[in-house]
């Protein structure tokens, strides 16, 4: 069973940047797409990236518009998710996720999820 923790969630301003952390235990990684996720009050879950396990594909939300980007290592069972020039539209609960096989950014495919960790944005 994998189980995965969330970090680095937090107050930002508008225009600024956060780094979110994954960390599995439990189980290696390996053979596991990453992804990350987030749901902000009343409104569904919704892919934000995902990364492949073995060579390092990746795919975003349209949302996204290059300002994030989302990384592995294997070795270290960790993901991670840049968040640059982060907006107001950005708040949420950011949850990573795993599964065995294909990256993608739909949630119900996952069967791994952090407990999420909030990202507020204001001034």
């Known amino acids: 069973q994998v189980q995965l923790v969330e970090s680095g969630g937090g107050l930002v301003q508008p225009g600024g940047s956060l780094r979110l952390s994954c960390t599995a235990s439990?189980?290696?990684?390996?053979?596991?797409?990453i992804g990350w996720f987030r749901q902000a009050p009343g409104k569904e879950r919704e892919g934000v990236a995902c990364i492949h396990h073995s060579d390092g594909r990746t795919q975003y939300g349209d949302f996204v518009k290059g300002r994030f980007t989302v990384s592995r290592d294997n070795a270290a069972n960790t993901a991670w998710l840049q968040m640059d020039s982060l907006e107001p539209e950005d708040p949420g609960v950011y949850y990573c996720?795993?599964?065995?096989?294909?990256?993608?950014?739909?949630?119900?495919?996952?069967?791994?999820w952090g407990q999420g960790t909030q990202v507020t944005v204001s001034s």
């Open positions: 996720a795993a599964v065995w096989g294909m990256a993608t950014l739909k949630p119900s495919l996952y069967d791994h």
């Open positions: 439990g189980k290696s990684l390996d053979y596991h797409a």
